[in-house]
């Protein structure tokens, strides 16, 4: 059985985190901003403050990352039944978009987001991830890793 290279899955998983966070920025700072303040405070929740918003925004870059490397080591736990290559980056990533649009349907659920907010974010993902994870995999070979014996 081969080993999954931890060292090269979070050089990969970093790499997909970036490119997770660009994304990110671009579309909650900017694209749904407006819309996801005044649904935001539809919902009766007050507006974020600079205070919050200090929290947040490097809060959600730290999640981008943690998904990253997530995503990267499934891409690595699957890659011996799909064999290396992009085609198995893009099923690591769709898996990872089912897991991360059902989860963020709660909050169209919950009545926090209205439902064309929560589709062109589902939509982005299924880009997102998929995109993510090609260009981590990239940087992820399997094999001993630096210091192992």
Avoid: C, H
Wanted: hydrophobic share 60%.
């Amino acid at each position: 059985m081969v080993r999954i290279n931890i060292q090269k899955v979070l050089v990969g998983g970093m790499i997909a985190g970036v490119v997770l966070s660009v994304i990110d920025v671009f579309l909650y700072g900017g694209v749904l901003k407006a819309p996801m303040e005044v649904a935001w405070q539809a919902a009766g929740r007050p507006a974020m403050s600079d205070a919050l918003r200090s929290i947040e925004v490097p809060a959600s870059i730290f999640l981008d990352f943690v998904a990253g490397v997530f995503l990267v080591w499934l891409y690595a736990a699957i890659r011996p039944r799909f064999g290396a290559g992009p085609g198995t980056a893009v099923r690591a990533g769709l898996a990872g978009w089912f897991l991360a649009g059902l989860l963020s349907t709660t909050f169209m659920a919950q009545g926090i987001m209205p439902r064309n907010v929560m589709i062109i974010t589902t939509l982005v993902l299924l880009v997102e991830y998929p995109l993510a994870v090609v260009i981590g995999a990239r940087f992820y070979t399997e094999g001993a890793a630096i210091g192992a014996t």
